[in-house]
């Protein structure tokens, strides 16, 4: 988590200090030239110099100065909620502390909220869910690292728990996690109340075995929540959160275009019913790591990549017997790439679908049993 203090006083200097000191260590202040706390900070001399690569580059950013000069130098950079940062606004007397931008997804709520006590400020927000009391799936996403799915359904979904219609969660019980998550959402829903105890009329909790056989009902206009990584059809007021439970193995021929490794990998997801946006990360031979058709195709699908070495992989395979193919051995040292790395990837020892073979590419994706 990347965090950024900007001030433009001096005043407000030596308050991002005392957060910075209080409850983030790690982040970086930014603050005016001539208006300085005198403690370790990075100088600037207007804020348009820096904002652009401040949006851009942290996490979470406190700008303590009015909320109109923030307003005004963020504006050009906004993208989504599910990509820009946590904007929090505080004065420079420490009276008030806004979460503006970001609050459920970004966090910036919750980082109001910490930084509210950490200074003995007013947090002031404005969500519609917390200024009622009520849990949004959004946060839950966060919390939990979920991918939503459409945030058009994300937003039909908080309007009708706000309007207090009933909506209720389904969890597919074929996910390994499928407890954690269950008791995530019971805890997101209920706090440490137990679920027998209170009955609210919004929300209730059911671990589903997903199959598009037998799931029908989320077709029905009747907002829900759906926690789950398998790809079924579902109707417009279904929010789906995305858990990061498989990693995909890659390995590929010398020069191997985009579109040949994006074929290969949709194939397999969709032979697994899989969905992209729940995938952990890629993985793939070090010597794959200037290949320019793979790199553009994790671009592609928004996938982090991590390319092992053979060192690293050598004594997997032969841990884990793994099938090694001669030809690969003797051109790269090690003779199972997608596999291993899948599996090392995962740090798991269980493979969904095992080494499969497309033009000039191949695909292996294996279970991610832990966080």
């Not at 109001?112 to 839950?140: C, E, F, Y």
């Not at 109707?235 to 275009?257: E, F, H, K, M, S």
């Not at 997801?269 to 195709?297: M, N, R, Y």
């Not at 790439?337 to 995962?346: D, I, N, Q, R, Y």
Request: net charge negative; charged share 20%; proline share 5%.
């Amino acid at each position: 988590m990347k965090t950024a203090i900007i001030s433009v006083t001096m005043k407000g200097a030596r308050l991002g200090q005392r957060v910075k000191h209080s409850i983030a260590p790690d982040a970086i202040c930014f603050e005016k030239e001539g208006k300085t706390s005198g403690h370790e900070d990075i100088t600037f001399s207007s804020m348009k110099d820096i904002i652009g690569d401040v949006f851009k580059t942290y996490d979470r950013v406190l700008c303590i100065m009015a909320v109109g000069i923030v307003v005004r130098m963020i504006a050009p950079y906004i993208v989504h909620k599910s990509e820009d940062p946590a904007i929090v606004v505080m004065d420079e007397a420490g009276h008030n502390v806004i979460s503006l931008l970001s609050g459920h997804l970004g966090g910036a709520n919750e980082w109001t909220s910490m930084i509210g006590l950490a200074v003995d400020a007013h947090p002031v927000i404005t969500t519609a869910t917390d200024v009622n009391g009520l849990p949004a799936p959004d946060v839950l996403a966060r919390q939990c690292q979920f991918q939503v799915d459409d945030f058009k359904a994300l937003i039909n979904v908080n309007a009708a728990i706000v309007a207090g219609q009933t909506v209720p969660y389904y969890i597919d019980s074929t996910l390994v996690r499928v407890a954690e998550f269950e008791q995530a959402a019971l805890a997101h829903v209920h706090g440490t109340v137990p679920v027998e105890v209170i009955d609210p009329v919004t929300i209730h909790i059911h671990a589903t075995d997903i199959d598009t056989n037998r799931v029908s009902f989320l077709l029905d206009d009747a907002p829900c929540v759906l926690i789950t990584d398998k790809v079924v059809p579902v109707g417009a007021n279904t929010l789906v959160l995305r858990p990061q439970t498989y990693t995909v193995g890659i390995g590929c021929r010398r020069d191997a275009p985009e579109e040949l490794i994006l074929h290969a990998v949709t194939q397999s997801l969709a032979d697994q019913q899989l969905s992209p946006k729940s995938c952990h990360s890629a993985a793939s031979v070090i010597v794959k790591a200037d290949e320019q058709g793979l790199l553009t195709a994790m671009q592609t699908l928004a996938w982090p990549i991590t390319f092992y070495t053979q060192e690293e992989m050598a004594p997997y395979i032969e841990q884990e017997e793994l099938q090694e193919s001669n030809f690969v051995k003797q051109t790269i040292g090690v003779g199972n790439v997608c596999e291993t790395t899948a599996l090392l990837a995962a740090k798991s020892q269980t493979l969904l679908q095992k080494k499969t073979i497309y033009p000039k590419t191949t695909v292996a994706i294996a279970l991610v049993t832990s966080k």
